[in-house]
């Protein structure tokens, strides 16, 4: 018993023929590949159907376990409230899971539902398997803005669940591709859409698991897709698993991207090992980076792994080059792990005496007091790529036609609120982009008008 199939499934409520109401036919592929996965979820007959939807409520650094006895749902939002259903939870499992997570200290728990009613993500694949089985219990699983290699611990968690437990379990990853394929689709057209759509069905018709943890953010991002972190827990819980692949349909008329694809287990290969696999080439990676890294950097990260480790403020080190002892300037400290920002922390202009002593509590900063992050743990010491900053002074600017992207960051203001963004930043592509940014950031409305400065920075790796 455990894992006995898994399906990557889109969640169009259209294809629901009372919602879709004939322009269903437009993705009648689609719809055949969902009855020939419906019908092999019910020759399976699981006793658990493991759900991940990005439409579950979702949390920057935490995974939601969907808590409780069931839960019902209608698709009233669709104009459709007379189709229905009422899924019971499997109780026994998500405990399990709870547990297995907390052993991994994998961030993952029954704390913080918002909406107890089941979300389209969820209801559009369980209306297709309800018409085959029927005998299931469900665990619904949202996603979370924590790298992808945690997505995938999170389905190795689930895997042992199901082992330890002795479920005959199936997963579904449920998620569309990118919204982004048609300019009259619902987010317009990016180039980077159907350049995502191609890789993504050929990393998923193959099984070739470990490519999913490779993508780009920025590249995530630009093509809007919805389901590439569903699919990553659904490789993590196939994990070591030799596994019959098979793409059944990829369809998308209405600008967005829908693939199927069905995977059943037969037997074990260590050597599908992919969050190993790709932990060590980071590791390796970080090594390589570290071995080239300048003054700037070093101290950085001397600062940091001796403050995470030890909570001690280091001492400035003697031996420093000119620059950094008998300067001042304003520093931003970037902390990156798995490709996805860590924590950066940053002074336009100098607080302290020297470049170096300003890289030090900046350091700090980045690694134990961004709010947007927990902070950092000793075991991630060795995944973090950092960088350093050293800002020139700021001059103002009167239109967006001095700006450069890549050579400048910008400073709005707005009365007492001022935010900032550094140039050359990776998914930043235009001015008005990383106006818009350092606007949110400082909390000014995007329409509001402000002050613009820019300044040029010396940036090290």
């Known amino acids: 018993m455990g894992m006995t199939a898994a399906f990557m499934l889109p969640h169009p409520p259209l294809i629901v023929p009372e919602v879709g109401k004939g322009e269903e036919g437009k993705i009648a592929d689609t719809i055949q590949a969902y009855h020939k996965a419906a019908k092999e979820i019910g020759e399976a007959k699981p006793e658990t159907i493991v759900l991940i939807s990005p439409h579950q409520v979702m949390y920057a650094d935490y995974f939601h376990i969907s808590p409780g006895k069931g839960a019902k749902g209608d698709f009233g939002k669709f104009r459709a409230g007379k189709v229905k259903m009422e899924v019971p939870y499997d109780v026994e499992f998500v405990e399990k899971l709870c547990r297995v997570a907390d052993i991994r200290r994998l961030p993952a728990g029954v704390m913080g539902e918002r909406e107890r009613h089941l979300d389209h993500g969820t209801m559009v694949p369980l209306y297709f398997v309800n018409q085959y089985w029927k005998e299931y219990r469900l665990v619904r699983i949202g996603l979370s803005g924590l790298p992808l290699l945690k997505h995938y611990e999170l389905g190795q968690c689930i895997q042992r669940a199901a082992e330890v437990l002795g479920r005959k379990t199936v997963l579904i990853g449920s998620g569309d591709l990118s919204h982004r394929l048609k300019e009259d689709g619902p987010y317009g057209f990016a180039e980077d859409g159907p350049v995502y759509d191609s890789r993504i069905m050929d990393v998923m018709a193959k099984g070739d698991f470990g490519r999913l943890l490779e993508f780009p953010e920025d590249f995530c991002n630009k093509a809007g897709e919805c389901g ?26 209405f600008g967005v991207g829908y693939g199927i694809c069905s995977y059943i287990p037969c037997g074990k290969n260590p050597d599908r090992n992919f969050g190993e696999q790709y932990e060590e080439k980071e590791k390796k990676h970080v090594l390589e980076r570290r071995e080239k890294e300048d003054a700037y950097v070093s101290l950085a990260r001397e600062t940091i792994e001796e403050y995470v480790r030890k909570r001690k403020k280091i001492d400035m080190p003697e031996g420093l080059p000119e ?45 134990a007091r961004d709010p947007r992050f927990l902070p950092v743990e000793p ?19 009167s239109s967006l036609e001095q700006l450069d992207v890549k050579k400048y960051g910008v400073v709005v203001t707005k009365g007492h609120k001022r935010g900032l963004l550094l140039p050359n930043l990776d998914g930043v592509d235009t001015v008005e982009e990383q106006i818009a940014i350092a606007k949110r950031k400082a909390g000014i409305g995007e329409r509001e008008s402000v002050e613009l400065e820019r300044f040029e920075v010396v940036r090290h790796y």
């Open 228 to 253: 590439h972190r569903s699919f990553t827990v659904m490789a993590g819980a196939l994990d070591q698993l030799e596994v019959k692949a098979e793409r059944l349909s990829y369809e998308g008329p």
């Open 379 to 397: 075991e991630e010491l060795d995944r973090l790529v950092i960088s350093v900053d050293v800002l020139g002074s700021t001059e103002k600017i």
């Open 323 to 367: 620059e950094m002892s008998g300067k001042a300037a304003g520093v931003f400290v970037s902390i990156k792990e798995d490709g996805r920002l860590r924590g950066c922390i940053g002074t336009i202009q100098a607080t302290q005496d020297s470049i170096a002593e300003e890289i030090i509590e900046n350091a700090i900063s980045a690694s």
